[in-house]
């Protein structure tokens, strides 16, 4: 008997070091200690023992049964532990974590404009090119008809990759490119990024955006420019806008002229956005040099053009009030939620 329960003592620790689940555990305690369990067999049997036998294997089926329940309560705990720590982890929920609302973003006000801008002339038969930021000395000033020493050279206005390699200062370039490779006629826009060595401040921004405008055909005159620009304006800024060019310089056009529109603030009275003046100068243009024409291999006695280049971060901030450039490059998004 004695053996019996050094058996039954052995193999209860062997299966209780086994045990999984609560209800393993379940059965290996009917197994040992249910009625018809072994110890509880032995333990029945006790009567058939002589009187000296009797207290010394009773003491031993006792000290198992009692190591048998304590195993049994301790695994239970143990389970219970690990079974509510599984749960946690899986039901783990951090309160603090944001919430996965979906925000909507929108256009950046530069965007919704230049699309304004575009689909105008669209609408009058242009097509939209892109052009590169990095560009070629010669297309920017060179083939732009601009002098050796034109001051807009200068290392102090233009950012130089090498000497023959700069960030554009000016869309014009791509001029030179579309008359490179297409034939009249031609009607191109270009918007880009173009670059220049200035300061930064309310109304400066090394990187700024311009509008570029190429019409090339036989005939074209000064009437068309200003026609095509006084639509233009009337579009953007609403029907009675007027406009008025005066003139000026630039190398690659001749006669040159900036245009001005009456404040669409004010309508023309004077106001604190177009400086008590009532015009807003908005854009350069003038009639394609003969000798960029030239330059591209564009016959200036057979044909003629007119161009023109825009500022689209002023158009953006007479258009919005904005009173400080900055605001357009900064990304807050409490900033541009409000267009
Ligand atoms: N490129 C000129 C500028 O940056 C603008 C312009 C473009 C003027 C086309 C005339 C014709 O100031």
Not at 23 to 51: D, F, H, W
Not at 155 to 184: A, N
């Amino acid at each position: 008997m004695k053996d019996k329960l050094e058996i039954i003592k052995r193999e209860s620790i062997k299966e209780l070091e086994g045990v999984e689940t609560l209800q393993q555990l379940e059965e290996i305690r009917i197994k040992y200690l249910g009625k018809k369990g072994e110890l509880t067999q032995v333990l029945r049997g006790m009567g058939a023992l002589s009187a000296e036998e009797r207290p010394v294997v009773g003491q031993l089926a006792n000290e198992i049964r009692d190591y048998i329940n304590t195993r049994i309560d301790e695994t239970a705990a143990a389970l219970k532990r690990r079974d509510l720590e599984s749960r946690l982890k899986k039901e783990n929920i951090d309160v603090t974590m944001p919430s996965k609302r979906k925000e909507i973003g929108k256009s950046h006000p530069l965007t919704k404009v230049l699309e304004e801008v575009t689909e105008v002339f669209i609408g009058m038969g242009f097509s939209i090119l892109d052009g590169p930021e990095i560009e070629k000395t010669y297309y920017n000033f060179d083939a732009l008809n601009h002098s050796k020493y034109h001051p807009a050279r200068d290392m102090q206005d233009t950012f130089y990759i090498t000497e023959d390699i700069l960030l554009r200062t000016q869309t014009s370039p791509m001029q030179v490119r579309t008359m490179e490779k297409q034939k009249p006629p031609i009607r191109v826009l270009v918007p880009g990024r173009v670059y220049r060595a200035d300061e930064i401040d309310a109304t400066h921004s090394p990187m700024f955006h311009q509008i570029e405008g190429l019409v090339v055909d036989k005939g074209i005159t000064m009437a068309n420019l200003k026609g095509t620009l006084d639509v233009f304006a009337k579009k953007l800024y609403g029907e009675s806008t007027k406009t008025r060019f005066r003139p000026h310089h630039f190398p690659f056009t001749e006669p040159s002229a900036e245009m001005d529109c009456t404040c669409a603030a004010c309508k023309g009275a004077g106001c604190r956005v177009c400086k008590y003046e009532g015009w807003i100068e908005i854009l350069g243009a003038g009639m394609v040099h003969p000798n960029v024409l030239r330059n591209c291999g564009v016959d200036p006695d057979i044909y003629s053009g007119f161009a023109f280049g825009m500022g689209l971060d002023r158009i953006v901030t007479l258009k919005y009030e904005i009173d400080d450039l900055r605001l357009l490059f900064e990304n807050d998004k409490r900033f541009l939620s409000q267009f």
